[in-house]
Nanobody, 122 residues
Framework: QVQLAESGGGLVQAGGSLRLSCAAT????????VGWFRQDPGKEREFVAA????????YYADSVKDRFVISRDNANYMVHLQMNRLKPEDTAVYYC???????????????WGQGTQVTVSS
């Protein structure tokens, strides 16, 4: 069973940057998708960004497009989320998730990390 662990969250001022990392314990056979989701208390988990292994195509929510960049490090079984020009509304717990097959924008992924808190102060 694949296990995921996020790191890199923290407190940052508006306009600043953070880099989140997602480490997997093993490689998934076949094409797979890795996504980042975020969730505020009392709200639904929402899609942020994803990458598809077979094509390296990337996908972003409109709210983060042109500010966030998702990338993968195959050699180390890691996926990163570079977050730039952060806004207070980006504050949430960020989760890394993995699934076999294509990217989905809803949170129907097979494996999830524990989440990492990102807080952006105004």
């Amino acid at each position: 069973q694949v296990q995921l662990a996020e790191s890199g969250g923290g407190l940052v001022q508006a306009g600043g940057s953070l880099r989140l990392s997602c480490a997997a314990t093993e490689r998934t056979l076949g094409p797979y998708a890795v996504g980042w989701f975020r969730q505020d208390p009392g709200k639904e988990r929402e899609f942020v960004a994803a990458i598809y292994s077979a094509t390296s195509n990337t996908y972003y929510a409109d709210s983060v497009k042109d500010r966030f960049v998702i990338s993968r490090d195959n050699a180390n079984y890691m996926v990163h989320l570079q977050m730039n020009r952060l806004k207070p509304e980006d504050t949430a717990v960020y989760y890394c998730a993995m699934k076999r097959g294509i990217v989905r924008f809803d949170p129907v992924y097979d494996y999830w990390g524990q989440g990492t808190q990102v807080t952006v102060s105004s």
